[in-house]
């Protein structure tokens, strides 16, 4: 007698869900959040920093020693301030004074000792506003010589910067060669030239290996092929090996694919070179085209707006990223009521590609995921009769090469919106 099957897993309640999300969940992360910067025009640079600190340390510096003075003359007056002589008047006396009142009959003594009290403030008092004035002027100075100076000393640092953005855009052939003293700034610099010399040896040899592997692969299939096929034209051969034939022949075309998709990704990773006027519009409308048989096969619509957007590449190229774009749209689609918008046009001094489609859900966090080579929605390196995986790869490679960038952003209703941005 046998035992009753063992009942299925249920799924824990928070995990059941009624239908699709109508939004994708946010992307996790574990970065702090940084504050909202309260004045966005002006960026704390390091040089503005340096200046302030500059400047800070000589308004400071000088607002010490302003005080010192003024203390030390104080001083000085107060110490002084006894009369070298006494004054014997026998009868009335009068004195004036531009500085002071001088009553009738008061002690002379006393009158000009209180004078010389008021003389000495009001020397203190223009003292201190005069050397006020001077600290105004020469902080004024020090901060406007601080902020040159820090600018001079930042300035391989600018240069270190603009070297780490070209790379950046995929032009590991770039070099700083920092000239000047052997100081700490060189020493980073001549570190960071090494380490791009080590990038691209090894980025170069990465690529070398996969046109080399590929090219080796290219002849043993094509003769894979070129066998099977006189196989399948044998007409005594038996269903059974026609089957078998047809089997392995679907297989060797998947694995032509793959090699001619590697050869491609391995090129477009170089920075273009030899550029020439090509136009988006014509691109996408061959793209199209192209593709056309296959969506009318699974019932997708193909409709768009090509309006002229002309930019400096490699027309091949740019017409497999158009291509692998519909491609992608047409076949990860609805099964039924599909459509596919492909419209192309220059917007903020770029020439745009932008292909929109329906199709399943698909989660924020899977989005960057789809760029990886051989990686699929919620699979990885699995087969699959509709590519091999390689099709955004080459595509966000070809933008790169272009110095451009590629965008996917879900849609809540289902699909993507892939945009592709070009420099014209």
């Not at 902080?139 to 910067?161: D, E, K, S």
Request: glycine share 8%; aromatic share 4%; charged share 20%.
């Amino acid at each position: 007698m046998t035992s009753p099957p063992p009942p299925a897993p249920q799924r824990p309640p928070h995990a059941r869900s009624a239908g699709p999300p109508s939004a994708a969940p946010p992307r996790p992360t574990w970065d702090p959040p940084v504050p909202p910067n309260p004045f966005p025009g002006l960026r704390p640079t390091i040089r503005i920093r340096l200046t302030l600190l500059y400047g800070g340390m000589f308004l400071i510096a000088g607002m010490v020693l302003l005080t010192i003075i003024y203390l030390l003359a104080a001083q000085a007056l107060e110490d002084g301030a006894a009369l070298p002589v006494r004054v014997v008047v026998k009868g009335p006396v009068q004195l004036t004074s531009d500085v002071c009142d001088f009553p009738y009959g008061a002690d002379v003594n006393e009158v000009v000792r209180q004078c010389l009290a008021l003389q000495r403030q009001l020397a203190l008092d223009a003292l201190l506003k005069n050397s006020l004035l001077a600290l105004l002027g020469l902080a004024v100075v020090a901060f406007a010589f601080g902020y040159v100076m820090a600018g001079r000393v930042l300035a391989p640092l600018g240069r270190i910067t603009r070297t780490a953005r070209q790379v950046a855009g995929s032009d590991l052939h770039r070099r700083i060669e920092l000239e000047g003293p052997d100081d700490e700034l060189r020493e980073l610099a001549d570190t960071f030239d090494d380490m791009l010399d080590r990038l691209d040896r090894a980025f170069t040899a990465q690529q070398r290996f996969v046109a080399n592997a590929s090219h080796e692969l290219r002849t043993p299939l094509a003769i894979n092929r070129t066998l099977l096929e006189v196989q399948l034209a044998d007409p005594d051969a038996s269903p059974e090996v026609q089957q078998l034939g047809k089997t392995l022949l679907a297989t060797n075309e998947r694995s032509e694919q793959l090699v001619e998709g590697l050869l491609l990704l391995a090129r477009s990773e170089n920075e273009i070179v030899d550029r020439k006027p090509v136009d988006l519009a014509e691109v996408a409308a061959r793209a199209v085209e192209q593709v056309r048989d296959e969506a009318a096969k699974n019932g997708v619509e193909l409709r768009g707006v090509h309006r002229p957007a002309s930019l400096q590449g490699n027309g091949v190229l740019l017409e497999r990223v158009a291509l692998n774009l519909v491609q992608n749209a047409v076949r990860y689609n609805a099964p039924e009521g599909g459509w596919v918008v492909v419209s192309t046009d220059v917007e903020h001094g770029q020439a745009v590609l932008t292909v929109e489609n329906t199709g399943p859900q698909v989660p924020a966090y899977e989005v960057d995921n789809l760029f990886e080579p051989f990686r699929r929605l919620r699979t990885e390196r699995t087969g699959s009769d509709k590519g091999v995986g390689l099709g955004l790869s080459i595509v966000r490679s070809v933008a790169r090469a272009h110095g451009g960038s590629v965008t996917a952003t879900p849609r809540a209703e289902g699909g993507l919106l892939m945009r592709v941005a070009f420099p014209v």
